[in-house]
């Protein structure tokens, strides 16, 4: 079995890696649809478009990195540190929303 990736990572290994991302990250975009979507209706003031913009972000994001483009090279571990990167940027930039963003 060849290696993939710059750690020499086997492949299949890696497109497992890559296959319980894409899942992770679907679970998770769903989780925070439903949490935002549940504190809308519970009448809890928050910053909708905001929030379901970085959403939408996460799962275009996905889209892409689940895309068949991406799907016929291969998933070295520079695009797996870029996803959990931008992943990781996206939850500091959110969490770091000045308090008169999310509350009046």
């Not at 549940?38 to 990195?65: E, H, K, R, Y």
């Amino acid at each position: 079995m060849g290696t993939a990736g710059e750690l020499g990572i086997p492949a299949h290994s890696q497109e497992i890696t890559f296959t319980q991302l894409i899942r992770l990250r679907w679970l998770a975009i769903f989780g925070q649809a439903a949490a935002v979507a549940t504190a809308a209706i519970a009448g809890i003031d928050l910053p909708l478009g905001l929030l379901f913009t970085f959403i939408a972000l996460m799962a275009v994001s996905n889209l892409l990195v689940d895309s068949s483009k991406w799907s016929d090279q291969a998933r070295g571990t520079s695009q797996l540190a870029l996803v959990i990167v931008s992943d990781v940027g996206r939850v500091a930039f959110t969490i770091h929303l000045p308090p008169s963003t999310c509350y009046s």
